[in-house]
């Protein structure tokens, strides 16, 4: 009764801010994304006759019972559905720099989801290890299929109907995306919290909602045209919308550091010298740059020359889960 899942983190384009239900993990809107190559999880999971409790270890140290008791709790969901009380030994190696704003749930969660459900012979299809998934980390609902793909926010009160569908392989196009990384400290505000904050006092994010459907549909359409300035247009306005209600919060969450103003205005003067290049931001305060392959290079190493950057890291579309 054992397994191993590899897992891809990913980005999300259209972002997802404000959660329906907190428990389930049923967003408010739905989101696209694209799977990255480089950074992911691999878990593997045995369920073990001996074990008193379940055992989490992760990068070969042995977890608080904290981290233990999410992973439990997440096993819990599989466990009813088998009808087993059996515990679980959990090896997890995390190969995801979140001190650069990539999420290490998304691919953790992904993985585990998928490792243990095939450990106890569950014959799930990729969907439904989508809607597990997304039990543990909502963005982990995407990190199951590689490319592009997008999020359904659903409307179905048990969340059946809310999981992850692919939209382009990552094999289809190729675009580049840089991880500009201006800070590394622990932000002060999570996610989870700004997200609550936002929906509960914000009065911009009404607006955020009644705008976010029409991005999806114009993204949607950019994808599948492989048309990269539609895209980057759109994905950028996005980030920016979503920050905005964030700021309208009582008392308002600020994620952007110094160091991520600059970067926003380099890659927008960039852009007024003729280089297709946008940028998008997740909750904090590095920068994610958008471009094509063949102006990667310059990209990279003009980003490099900022005072404010410390690191830049490249990343392409990357594959789904995958069992080894």
């Known amino acids: ?18 959660k329906r239900d907190e428990n389930l993990f049923l967003p408010m809107n739905s989101s696209i994304s694209i799977t990255l190559d480089k950074f992911y999880t691999i878990t593997t999971v045995e369920f073990k006759e001996k074990l008193d409790s379940d055992i989490f270890i992760l990068n070969k140290n042995i977890e608080s019972n904290s981290e233990r008791d999410k992973v439990s709790r997440f096993l819990d969901r599989i466990r009813k559905r088998t009808g087993t009380n059996l515990h679980a030994e959990i090896i997890s190696e995390n190969k995801v720099p979140t001190a650069a704003g990539f999420a290490s749930s998304a691919s953790g969660f992904a993985a585990l989801a998928a490792a243990a459900s095939k450990s106890l012979n569950l014959d799930l299809d990729k969907k439904d290890i989508s809607i597990l998934a997304r039990q543990g980390s909502g963005s982990a609902s995407r990190s199951i299929y590689g490319g592009f793909v997008e999020w359904q926010k659903g409307i179905q009160k048990d969340g059946q109907d809310s999981f992850a569908k692919p939209l382009l392989s990552e094999k289809d196009w190729n675009i580049s995306i840089l991880s500009v990384v201006v800070a590394s400290k622990e932000k002060n505000v999570s996610s989870r919290e700004g997200m609550k904050r936002t929906i509960e006092t ?46 309208g919060a009582e008392p308002p969450v600020l994620y952007w550091q110094s160091g991520t103003m600059e970067v926003i205005h380099y890659i927008q003067s960039l852009r007024l ?38 690191e830049v890291i490249t990343c392409h579309p990357g594959e789904g889960i995958t069992y080894l």
């Open 1 to 18: 009764m054992k397994a191993t899942a590899k897992a891809n983190t990913n980005i999300a384009l259209i972002k997802y801010w404000g």
């Open 202 to 247: 914000s009065p911009f994010y009404s607006g955020w909602l009644s705008t976010v459907e029409k991005d999806l549909v114009m993204v949607r359409e950019a994808i599948n045209a492989q048309d990269f300035e539609r895209l980057g247009e759109v994905v950028e306005g996005n980030a920016l919308k979503m920050h905005a209600t964030m700021l």
């Open 273 to 310: 010298s003729g280089i297709p290049v946008y940028l998008t931001i997740d909750a904090g305060p590095n920068v994610k740059v958008l471009c094509l392959p063949t102006d990667e290079k310059r990209i990279y190493e003009s980003l490099l020359s900022l005072p404010s950057v410390k």
